[in-house]
């Protein structure tokens, strides 16, 4: 059967509506980069602040937000399930303006680092939020515009940095602060995610949702057929049916002929619908290894290592321009994954991309032991890693998270992928740290490259795919060992 292409009206609305929410995603760019070219200022005796920091508080400076950010994610679930993707994603737009007011107003060391751990909780939300994209997207487009959100984050890196190289620090703020405003304001715009609206029994209200997200009239049959999809998909009876012998592309027919009438669900927390799903278990298992190996493969660790490399292969080029084209370079990738996820799929471009990052890793590794070419040759290595990872292991793994899990536990399983995510960036950061003393960055890029080459062979044979299915037809990937009786 022929996959339901996406119109030129629906596409336009969904990739406005994508950009406002990713406004979100730019704003975690902000919090996470301008601790980078404020460090000097906040360390030198003509510092802005009341007294200059000492080295433990520029730890902290850049290390509170993962503690804010650990700490929420939690409540994250929770929050979107209780008060909406739309409201909650707001709510978790408020942090960042909290933390640029606090800046604006105190020179004090412990509210600045304060205002950074706050900044941090909107960082869990935002992670949280894709999942409110890939609610209102088309399935045929829904992996680019999920995909857009890394998109969003590298584009609020390269502007920080280019603010930060041009504008006084207190413009700085005001710029951040007045974005982060407004951010707000157009996502109080938006309409609520159809989903969740049939969730908590709002169909009318889902209805002009997906009248306003799909440009139809709320009373057409094609609206109707999108809520029956949605009913489909939060049906307690859903699995069974799926473990039968039913093929997904006929699961329509099933609304009618095997559920007739919604049953109406029992109220029940996200938790126990997680431990009755076995789909959910399964997906939550391979979001987890697939997000640990991208993390173990290195650019976590790059990214701390990156200023000190570039200044030993090239001296000449300032800091502030490395990070700019690095922040560029990282964009550039993310925007690529955007237009080819949905063309060539999430697992063929998590298998090249791991690969790719593998062969990287080698080459850098050597370079750093052996120093076998040019000083450039680092650069170039880098900016290639770099752009290699992004356009596949970086974003895919997110994209991954905010679609192949049931609606009833999408945003449960979201929190507890997101609080792993954390935890696993700063078990990183602590085993390398040690590690490269003892042995050398140039070895311990091996190791990466390992984990890369390993990604790959995972990725190839436990990763499914799911480039343009609803979210019944993804369940049934994770039920049965039948991925090739699913037209791609």
């Known amino acids: 059967m022929e996959k339901e292409k996406v119109r030129t009206k629906e596409l336009l609305i969904q990739v406005l509506a994508t950009a406002i929410i990713c406004f979100q995603a730019c704003l975690t760019g902000f919090?996470?980069?301008?601790?980078?070219y404020t460090v000097?200022?906040?360390?030198?005796n003509e510092t802005v602040l009341s007294t200059p920091m000492s080295s433990i508080d520029v730890s902290l400076l850049g290390s509170l937000p993962n503690i804010g950010g650990l700490i929420i994610s939690p409540f994250c679930g929770y929050a979107f399930n209780t008060?909406?993707?739309?409201?909650?994603?707001?709510?978790?737009t408020v942090p960042y303006i909290l933390t640029w007011l606090i800046i604006s107003v105190t020179s004090s060391v412990p509210l600045v680092l304060a205002s950074m751990c706050i900044g941090g909780i909107g960082i869990a939300g935002q992670n949280v939020a894709i999942i409110y994209i890939s609610e209102i997207a088309h399935?045929?487009?829904?992996?680019?515009?999920?995909?857009?959100?890394a998109s969003g984050y590298f584009l609020g890196i390269l502007i920080t940095y280019a603010l930060g190289g041009n504008l006084a620090y207190m413009e700085v703020i005001y710029t951040h602060l007045g974005l982060s405003i407004l951010c707000v304001l157009l996502l109080l715009l938006l309409p609520e995610s159809p989903v969740f609206l049939v969730l908590v029994g709002r169909e009318e209200d889902a209805a002009k949702s997906i009248a306003f997200y799909r440009q139809l009239d709320a009373k057409s049959k094609e609206v109707e057929a999108e809520i029956a999809k949605i009913r489909l998909q939060i049906d307690p009876r859903l699995e069974s049916l799926l473990e039968g012998d039913n093929d997904p592309e006929?699961?329509?027919?099933?609304?009618e002929k095997k559920l007739g009438a919604p049953q109406e669900r029992k109220s029940e927390t996200a938790w126990k619908h997680f431990k009755k799903s076995k789909s959910s278990k399964r997906a939550l298992m391979m979001v987890l290894i697939i997000m640990a190996l991208s993390i173990m493969m290195g650019c976590v660790v790059l990214q701390v290592y990156a200023e000190p490399l570039f200044k030993e292969a090239a001296p000449s080029m300032p800091s502030n321009q490395c990070a700019i084209f690095l922040a560029l370079d990282f964009l550039i990738a993310s925007v690529l994954c955007v237009l080819a996820i949905d063309r060539f799929g999430r697992k063929f471009l998590l298998i090249v991309t791991a690969t790719g990052s593998g062969v990287c890793t080698v080459l850098l590794g050597?370079?750093?032991?052996?120093?076998?070419?040019?000083a450039w040759f680092t650069v170039l290595l880098i900016y290639g890693f770099s752009f290699i990872f992004t356009l596949g292991c970086a974003v895919i793994p997110f994209v991954l998270t905010a679609e192949v899990f049931l609606p009833e536990v999408r945003s449960f399983c979201n929190s507890i992928v997101m609080a792993f995510t954390w935890i696993f960036n700063f078990l990183t950061l602590v085993i390398f740290h040690p590690l490269v003393e003892a042995v050398g960055l140039g070895p311990v890029f091996y190791f990466f490259s390992v984990v890369c080459f390993t990604g790959?062979?995972?990725?190839?044979?436990?990763?499914p795919e799911t480039k343009g299915l609803s979210a019944d037809a993804i369940q049934l990937l994770f039920l049965k060992q039948r991925r090739q009786s699913i037209k791609k």
């Not at 919090?31 to 980078?36: F, H, I, R, T």
């Open 31 to 36: 919090v996470v980069s301008w601790p980078s």
């Open 40 to 44: 000097g200022n906040f360390m030198s």
């Open 83 to 92: 008060f909406g993707r739309k409201y909650a994603t707001i709510l978790f």
């Open 139 to 149: 399935d045929s487009i829904r992996g680019g515009l999920t995909a857009s959100s």
């Open 250 to 255: 006929t699961l329509g027919e099933l609304v």
């Open 366 to 374: 050597a370079q750093l032991q052996f120093h076998w070419a040019p």
């Open 456 to 463: 790959a062979i995972y990725s190839q044979f436990c990763v």
